[in-house]
């Protein structure tokens, strides 16, 4: 009786084995992320690079002319030393908070929420008509809305001839509640974005949760609390945060309409960059400014994404 045997596989034989799988791996993970280079190359020339340049221009005593135009120095944390030291800078700081939260997270998304809920209950046609209406102030270019904002607010603007005719004599908007009106003006013109984003991740909603909730006897607004606002909660932090990164950049439509003032009223931090930088030269100082504003859009980002991260089962 004959015995068959098979002999066991040797080391080398093993780690050939290893190594091709390993090699199979690593070929297969290039093939998924090479189509990325591109995108994270465009990313570090274009996003990161401008940010480290500015980090640097704000270590350095740069201005618009003179000797410092051509030779700027090195001046390390001296920029920031005397943003900490200035009023001008903090009184900007909180202005800017106000301008984002009244006008962004406060303004934009609660508006936007509504606008989109309300889409859903009115008529098709209804909901066409007051979404078109709702866009165009999103879709104007920045100038051409602040300029019309500007005439709405103006003392014989828009606005105050609406009140004449109710009987009412209008104040002057811009001088009177220059914070007021520029907030407002962002609230209009930003309000159509959260709408879009809201009612696209309110149609992801499944209709199986509302109604096992309607069959339970929640009511609408129990429904909404409960049940709608915890299943879109990823589509709430990307548009809080996404508002918020714009609502911080926003200089065209507050310098058309005041200039920053009257005085330093509405000098948010990018009026304030802007005006230390072009107005008075100081383009290392206003840099720093600008590094300030980038560093207070982070923290609002990494806020957002704390409080608002979605659920991993």
Do not use: C
């Amino acid at each position: 009786m004959s015995v068959v045997t098979t002999a066991a596989p040797t080391a080398p034989s093993l780690n050939g084995g290893r190594r091709k799988s390993l090699g199979h791996r690593v070929a297969r993970r290039s093939a998924e992320l090479g189509p990325l280079i591109p995108a994270v190359l465009l990313m570090l020339i274009f996003l990161l690079g401008p940010i480290v340049y500015s980090l640097y221009g704000s270590l350095t005593n740069r201005a618009m002319t003179g000797y410092k135009a051509a030779n700027p120095q090195f001046v390390g944390l001296q920029n920031y030393q005397s943003l900490l030291t200035s009023g001008a800078f903090w009184k900007s700081v909180v202005l800017t908070v106000v301008f984002v939260v009244a006008s962004a997270v406060i303004g934009q998304n609660i508006l936007g929420m509504a606008l989109a809920l309300l889409m859903r209950m009115v008529p098709r046609g209804v909901s066409v008509i007051v979404s078109g209406i709702v866009v165009i102030a999103w879709v104007l270019p920045e100038i051409v809305a602040a300029f019309a904002l500007y005439a709405f607010f103006s003392t014989d603007g828009t606005l105050n001839h609406m009140l004449g005719w109710l009987g009412l004599t209008g104040p002057t908007w811009l001088l009177t509640f220059p914070m007021l009106s520029v907030i407002l003006a962002n609230v209009w013109r930003g309000t159509a974005f959260s709408m879009m984003i809201y009612g696209a991740a309110l149609g992801n909603v499944p209709p199986d949760i509302n109604e096992a909730a309607m069959i339970d006897g929640a009511g609408a607004w129990q429904r909404l609390i409960h049940v709608t606002l915890p299943v879109i909660k990823g589509s709430i932090s990307t548009n809080l945060m996404l508002t918020t990164l714009q609502t911080l950049a926003v200089f065209t439509l507050i310098w058309v309409m005041t200039g920053g003032g009257p005085g330093t009223a509405t000098s948010t931090l990018p009026v304030l960059a802007y005006q230390q930088a072009f107005k008075y030269s100081q383009v290392g100082y206003g840099t720093a400014i600008a590094t300030v504003t980038i560093f207070l859009g982070a923290l609002f980002a990494f806020v957002y994404i704390k409080v608002l991260k979605p659920e991993v089962d």
